[in-house]
């Protein structure tokens, strides 16, 4: 039954991203999975009606395909969408664009994911820099996980009034865990073939105030991905002012490799013995320890958790676009409480 008080949000696409964003959205009070579409009908498909959510093919060709594999069936995304104030788009890269016109039809709000171009929304949202500015939009992009700890790192420090400019090496996982028997790299690191990486370019598509310059290289892991970040301050600062600026955002948590949290691995294993769904990372994990200050320089290492990273983002990209919490920290505060994010992972 339908509660008016709620949002009511469609997830399209419950691969890696969809999938959790969809379990996050029934988490919150204020939220209601309107429901889900895909175009598969394997055991991806049977986990939707599992997880107790109702499923949708993308069109009627997936609808029959799900119905005859003996799947439980609600209709198609048109269907769907009839049923939703916002719909997030988490199909693989470039299929989300062509859906825009879809959505636009039926003058829904709509949020796509890193894959896209920010010229399909003309906005990129990161909660903690420019949430309001995504108030009553009909759309926005939530940006892709390195972005995402970009921005949310390098807006701490600015809030400080810390940050000059940034300079970042990035290396990126190869591919997700559960894609691993299709492709990923053994044995190399490959070097993106250009300077500066698209993240670099991608952290301004949210702030363009940023002056941040990025390399990266595909590692042989699927883990994580591991950032180490040079800064230039506006000023010298000491170590505990940096690590205060950074403790102003609820979405960096600080850890310690004296504790024991000395890889991606050691910190994926925190995250499942928290009982985190996935073993969800929603926080940029920031080495405290290791965090050097030189005069006006600053170096610093952290952990991006690329599957969990941008789904407290998303949840709070459609209480913007809804315009139903016009504040971000009212907003933030709630998303963090329902998925148990922490600025102190232990
Ligand atoms: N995987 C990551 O680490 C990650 C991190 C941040 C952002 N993103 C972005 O999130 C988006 C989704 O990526 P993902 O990794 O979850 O992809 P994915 O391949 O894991 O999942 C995509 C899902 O969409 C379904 N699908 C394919 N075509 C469809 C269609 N026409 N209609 C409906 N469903 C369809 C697939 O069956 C699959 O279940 C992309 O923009 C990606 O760049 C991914």
């Not at 769907?80 to 988490?90: I, N, R």
């Not at 670099?200 to 949210?206: E, T």
């Not at 769904?277 to 929603?282: G, K, S």
Request: include cysteine; hydrophobic fraction near 40%; aromatic fraction near 4%.
């Amino acid at each position: 039954m339908r509660d008016t008080q709620k949002i009511r949000v469609a997830v399209n696409g419950y691969g890696v991203i969809g999938k959790r964003v969809a379990a996050a959205v029934a988490l919150q009070a204020d939220m209601q999975l309107a429901g889900v579409s895909d175009v598969v009908t394997d055991w991806r498909a049977h986990m939707v009606i599992r997880n107790g959510f109702s499923l949708f093919g993308a069109a009627t060709e997936h609808a029959d395909a799900m119905r005859a594999a003996g799947l439980d069936v609600k209709g198609t995304l048109d269907e769907l969408l009839g049923q939703a104030d916002v719909v997030v788009d988490c199909t693989p890269k470039r299929i989300a664009a062509q859906n825009v016109e879809v959505y636009r039809r039926r003058s829904l709000k709509f949020i796509l994911q890193g894959g896209e171009k920010h010229s399909a929304t003309g906005h990129s949202f990161v909660a903690e820099s420019n949430y309001s500015s995504a108030l009553d939009r009909e759309a926005t992009r939530v940006v892709s996980c390195n972005t995402t700890s970009i921005v949310r790192t390098l807006t701490a420090l600015k809030r400080a009034g810390l940050l000059l400019r940034a300079r970042g090496t990035l290396l990126r996982r190869a591919t997700d865990p559960w894609e691993s028997h299709e492709s990923g790299i053994m044995n190399t690191l490959v070097p993106e073939p250009e300077i500066p990486s698209h993240q670099g370019p991608d952290a301004q598509s949210v702030d363009p105030e940023l002056d941040v310059v990025t390399m990266a290289v595909k590692v042989p892991e699927t883990l994580a991905h591991l950032h180490y970040w040079s800064v230039q301050m506006t000023r010298q600062a000491r170590k505990d002012e940096v690590l205060d600026a950074f403790r102003t955002s609820s979405r960096i948590a600080l850890i310690d490799i004296g504790d024991g949290l000395v890889a991606l691995n050691t910190v994926k294993e925190l995250m499942a013995d928290r009982g985190r769904p996935h073993d969800n990372l929603y926080e940029v994990a920031l080495w405290g320890d290791m965090l050097r200050v030189q005069g006006d320089e600053l170096f610093y290492a952290y952990m991006v958790d690329n599957q969990a990273i941008v789904i407290p983002e998303t949840i709070d990209a459609v209480r913007a676009l809804s315009g139903a919490v016009k504040d971000a920290s009212e907003s933030i505060t709630r998303t963090n409480a329902a998925l148990g994010i922490e600025t102190s992972l232990m």
